[in-house]
């Protein structure tokens, strides 16, 4: 298997903070180079040599990186795509944890898209969708199955993840014709487009990224859903009541791909989001939070009707 290799350049004070994160995103294989600790390392074990590599001493020199390496294809570049968006959450929080960058093999943020291009192709997804990038669309024959154009730039959401790809074979089964839906934490737009696809009348997606927000009208435009239909706001329904009443309620089905932090705290805020029989789909569960979260939606007065699972993943459809 290939493998990606990517770092984040943080501080001292951020290494705590990052590598919690990434293990909330289920990324636990980590290296960790500090300059702080190497000069504590050096000076408590002074009797052991006599000098210091330059060239180690200078590459220690201010940094603070944290290496950790995915797989080299579909999965990979959509966890990628989480991990960068939580960053941004991270240096929304307005703390000194330095630059918060992150590269790949050296390639820097903005060449991640067309460096990844090569590893996305065209995904048939349940019994009626197929996934079709944007630059395939033309060499794509997509049958009966309804396409779903994406480019999805540095987002979140390429259809190729399974927490993605559980919540697009269940909107096959729950999207029956005229529903209005909330997508939180909308990355690409592609479960709102997908539900939009399949019949749902209107949607409303939202994510914290702004890069979200042209992204997701980006990829409607490339499947001929305007803007009338499909709304794209940025706003944290968690951290800003009046962003969260702004969204009003009576919703038929609320979906959230995101991670099982955000969906224990969004739980108690479905019901009045929600109508009378609505469904809430959530997914981003990895295994291990999985009864917590189910904890959480019950103790929210959500009923869990549907369990799915893929590769380590779990995804429930809930209703009140």
């Known amino acids: 298997m290939n493998w990606l290799e990517l770092h984040i350049d943080t501080n001292h004070q951020g290494l705590e903070p990052v590598e919690a994160m990434l293990s909330s995103l289920g990324i636990d294989g980590i290296s960790i180079e500090d300059e702080e600790e190497f000069r504590d390392f050096l000076e408590g074990n002074r009797q052991y040599w006599d000098y210091v590599d330059e060239d180690l001493d200078k590459r220690m020199t201010g940094r603070s990186r944290i290496t950790f390496y995915l797989p080299a294809g579909g999965d990979g570049f959509a966890k990628m795509g989480e991990v960068r968006l939580a960053l941004e959450a991270l240096r929304a929080e307005g703390q000194d944890w330095g630059p918060l960058l992150m590269t790949l093999n050296n390639v820097q943020d903005g060449d991640w898209e067309n460096s990844w291009k090569q590893y996305y192709k065209p995904m048939e997804i349940g019994e009626r969708l197929i996934v079709v990038p944007q630059w395939e669309a033309e060499e794509t024959e997509t049958g009966d199955r309804v396409p779903l154009l994406l480019d999805p730039g540095l987002t979140f959401g390429t259809g190729g993840h399974a927490t993605t790809r559980m919540c697009l074979t269940a909107l096959e089964k729950i999207v029956s014709g005229g529903e209005r839906v909330l997508d939180l934490g909308c990355g690409s737009g592609i479960l709102s487009i997908a539900a939009l696809r399949l019949g749902a009348a209107s949607a409303r997606a939202v994510d914290i990224d702004p890069m979200c927000q042209n992204v997701a009208y980006d990829n409607a435009a490339l499947n001929g ?43 108690p805020l479905v019901k009045g989001l929600l109508k009378p029989g609505g469904v809430f789909l959530c997914s981003g569960i990895i295994e291990g939070r999985t009864l917590e979260v189910c904890q959480g939606l019950t103790a929210a007065g959500l009923d869990i009707e549907e369990t799915y699972g893929d590769n380590g993943w779990y995804a429930y459809l809930c209703k009140i």
């Not at 944290?236 to 009046?242: A, E």
């Not at 962003?243 to 969906?263: P, Q």
């Open 225 to 267: 859903i305007r803007r009338d239909t499909l709304e794209v706001l940025v706003g944290n329904v968690l951290g800003d009541g009046s962003f969260l009443e702004s969204l009003g309620g009576g919703y038929d089905l609320v979906l959230a791909n995101i991670v099982a932090d955000v969906i224990l705290g969004i739980a």
